[in-house]
Antibody, heavy 131, light 110 residues
Framework: QVQLVESGGDVVQPGRSLRLSCAASGFTFSSYAIHWVRQAPGKGLEWVAVISYDGSNKYYADSVKGRFTISRDNSKNTLYLQMNSLRVEDTAVYYC????????????????????????WGQGTLVTVSS | QSALTQPASVSGSPGQSITISCTGTSSDVGGYNHVSWYQQHPGKAPKLMIYDVNKRPSGVSNRFSGSKSGNTASLTISGLQAEDEADYYCSSYTSSSTVLFGGGTKLTVL
């Protein structure tokens, strides 16, 4: 069965850094794009970033661009989120979520479709930024 | 980018139908058939209910349906049940290759 397990959440001071991990199992990790989505306490969902199946394409929300970096290690079936220059407003539960759209081949060319929804989610890891 | 606009709350009685709207712009909801809906119960991870405007993942009840007109997408839940009480979020692909969520709608089953 598909499983995504986040870890690395902690209490950190503003301006510090933190790295989150998302361990995947139960599917071919290297075939799927993966997203990070966060949810501040008592608030709604906010999309953070996505990385393509092979790590070649990455997109970020404006609120984290330049501070957060998404990456993956397909040999370890693990997704990462490096968070630098953390702010109080980054306090949230961070979820990793799989995008079900897989790349496909057309006349020998690999096409990576748009990535825009999430079929499996982890349980989330809490990041608290506070002095 | 601003979040997509959803009503803060909706309510209905068991057996009734309700509709939740999700309004964006031509750069997101109106520009692509890539609108999704998620159900979230307290303390739980979100669950995919509708994708690509009106497609239902396997295992999701056919009481849930989606549609879109212009820059506004809608989620309709028919035959309301107590277990449908939850928060609902829409999301859309955007022209920047990013994803935008709505602010969320709290559904109360009376």
């Amino acid at each position: 069965q598909v499983q995504l397990v986040e870890s690395g959440g902690d209490v950190v001071q503003p301006g510090r850094s933190l790295r989150l991990s998302c361990a995947a199992s139960g599917f071919t990790f290297s075939s799927y794009a993966i997203h990070w989505v966060r949810q501040a306490p008592g608030k709604g969902l906010e999309w953070v970033a996505v990385i393509s199946y092979d790590g070649s394409n990455k997109y970020y929300a404006d609120s984290v661009k330049g501070r957060f970096t998404i990456s993956r290690d397909n040999s370890k079936n693990t997704l990462y989120l490096q968070m630098n220059s953390l702010r109080v407003e980054d306090t949230a539960v961070y979820y990793c979520a799989r995008d079900p759209a897989r790349p496909y081949m057309v006349r020998g060319v690999i096409i990576d479709p748009t990535h825009h929804y999430f079929d499996y989610w982890g349980q989330g890891t809490l990041v608290t930024v506070s002095s | 980018q601003s979040a997509l606009t959803q009503p803060a709350s909706v309510s209905g009685s068991p057996g009734q139908s309700i509709t939740i709207s999700c309004t964006g712009t031509s750069s997101d909801v109106g520009g692509y058939n890539h609108v999704s809906w998620y159900q979230q119960h307290p303390g739980k991870a979100p669950k995919l209910m509708i994708y690509d405007v009106n497609k239902r993942p396997s295992g999701v009840s056919n009481r849930f349906s989606g549609s879109k007109s212009g820059n506004t997408a809608s989620l309709t839940i028919s035959g309301l049940q107590a277990e449908d009480e939850a928060d609902y979020y829409c999301s859309s692909y955007t022209s920047s290759s990013t994803v935008l969520f709505g602010g969320g709608t709290k559904l109360t089953v009376l």
